[in-house]
């Protein structure tokens, strides 16, 4: 595997399930992040952690929890969705958090739909 | 608020023509602009990124024009090619005061370039 990779690719969940979304990055980076896609509207960032640490929680409800255990992996867990939490879930990764330095990469994403 | 617009929201181009997308964003602490190609079921890659102390930066057929004074943006693309068609969004960040490669994303261009 290389790069970014997300699992799963596709993921069908009711409003009182739990599930969790992993994110694994092969690159050596020491930062991650958790983005929200949906259509016809921009990318939201949702976390960051850079070292295993938070450093950005963008306002995100609390039925979102992520989670970093170490730099290569990095979860999001899910309980008590909304219909409207169905989006594409966007991992990236960097090598650190200098903007304009340390690009972001992106895995291919899970495509979420809460019903 | 939306701090990065961008237009048009699709695109339909001839092969062999040039496809503009055009971005303004509102904040004048950014400072560094990146344009993302995202194809279908794949995530965003940086495509080219300009600073503001430069009009134009070009890369191949790529070329980002910025407008300081008018807080515009835009890429364009020469000779456009069938294997461009794909979503890209430009985006906007600030690289310094501690920030936190927090990245601003305008709501993405669909682009479909005809054979």
């Known amino acids: 595997e290389t790069g970014v990779t997300q699992t799963p690719r596709h993921l069908v969940m009711g409003m009182t399930n739990k599930k969790s979304l992993k994110c694994e990055q092969h690159?050596?980076?020491?930062?991650m992040y958790w983005y929200k896609q949906s259509a016809k509207k921009p990318l939201e960032l949702m976390f960051v952690y850079s070292l295993e640490e938070r450093v950005e929680n963008n306002s995100v409800p609390s039925r979102f929890s992520p989670e970093c255990p170490n730099s290569s992996h990095l979860f999001l867990h899910l309980h008590t969705l909304q219909p409207e939490d169905s989006a594409l879930y966007l991992c990236?990764?960097?090598?650190?958090?200098?903007?304009?330095?340390?690009?972001?990469?992106f895995g291919p994403g899970t495509r979420l739909t809460v019903l | 608020q939306q701090q990065v617009k961008q237009s048009p929201q699709s695109l339909i181009v001839q092969k062999g023509g040039i496809s503009i997308i055009n971005c303004a964003y509102e904040?004048?602490?950014?400072?560094?602009f990146p344009w993302y190609q995202q194809f279908p079921g794949k995530g965003p890659a940086l495509l080219i990124a300009i600073r503001p102390d430069v009009s134009e930066k070009k890369e191949g057929r790529f070329t980002i024009s910025f407008n300081k004074s008018a807080k515009q943006f835009s890429l364009h693309i020469m000779d456009s090619q069938p294997g461009d068609s794909a979503t890209y969004f430009c985006a906007a960040s600030r690289t310094y005061g501690g920030a936190t490669n927090k990245l601003i994303f305008g709501t993405g261009t669909l682009l479909a370039v005809q054979p």
């Open positions: 990236a990764s960097s090598q650190g958090l200098a903007a304009g330095t340390d690009t972001q990469y």
């Open positions: 690159l050596g980076h020491n930062a």
């Open positions: 904040n004048t602490a950014f400072d560094y």
